[in-house]
């Protein structure tokens, strides 16, 4: 177990539908990314939190958006889905954004099906 | 622009064998590199990483991998595979244009049999 929590594990919806997927880093960790895994792009990098400021971005589309909240946690909110967008989406939180490298503890993701 | 290859879509490997599963990479400056294992249905679990320094790096469940700087590579070894290392393997680097964020190989699925 890394620590980092994800909710929900799973997710059904339909084409045009919004979803927000919610991530709680490990304790003390004050940096949040948010992954997408598909078969076809692989894992990529979409947006990248600290202490609740956006740091970086990735391949992130303008139909997703996230945030961090002052108790670390985060959302990461998809609107007019795609059957494109169906994916398991990872959030991992490391200690830091500057220095280090820091290693990312991933959590067990969100598998978003689109229909 | 930075990148890191995993040639192998897959490795087959019988317990007890030695195992390595390849990874090179292009990055500008000094690389920052990881090895993370993902199990079915599971997140990615962290292994170990390459700063600076000795260029064999140990990490977690007997891993350890060997820096190359002249052939750019970064291989994943392990002396004695075990039926439980079959997982899919990533390879990444860290992207220095997106804060430390990672930039991922397309993994390499490892299988061990017995």
């Known amino acids: 177990d890394s620590g980092v929590t994800q909710t929900p594990k799973h997710l059904i919806t339909a084409t045009g539908q919004r979803v927000t997927l919610r991530c709680s880093p490990r304790?003390?960790?004050?940096?949040v990314y948010w992954y997408q895994q598909s078969l076809d792009q692989g894992l990529q990098f979409l947006i990248q939190y600290y202490n609740g400021e956006e740091r970086a971005k990735g391949n992130i589309l303008e139909r997703f958006s996230a945030q961090q909240f002052p108790d670390l946690h985060s959302e990461l909110n998809l609107s007019s889905l795609e059957l494109g967008d169906s994916a398991l989406y990872f959030c991992a939180s490391s200690v830091a954004t500057t220095g280090g490298p820091y290693e990312q503890y991933f959590g067990p993701g969100t598998r978003l099906t689109v229909t | 622009a930075q990148s890191v290859a995993q040639p192998e879509d897959q490795v087959n490997v019988a317990e007890g064998n030695p195992l390595t599963v390849k990874c090179t990479y292009s990055?500008?400056?000094?690389?920052?590199l990881f090895w993370y294992v993902q199990y079915p249905n599971r997140g990615l679990q962290f292994l170990l990483k390459?700063?600076?320094?000795?260029?064999l790096v140990k990490g977690s469940y007997g891993f350890e991998a060997e820096f190359n700087k002249s052939q750019t590579s970064f291989h994943l070894k392990k002396p004695s595979a075990l039926v439980s290392d079959s997982a899919l393997y990533f390879c990444a680097v860290r992207d220095i244009k997106a804060g430390t964020a990672l930039i991922f190989g397309k993994g390499t699925t490892l299988s061990v049999s017995s």
């Open positions: 990055v500008s400056g000094n690389p920052y």
């Open positions: 390459y700063i600076t320094g000795d260029n």
């Open positions: 304790s003390g960790d004050l940096s």
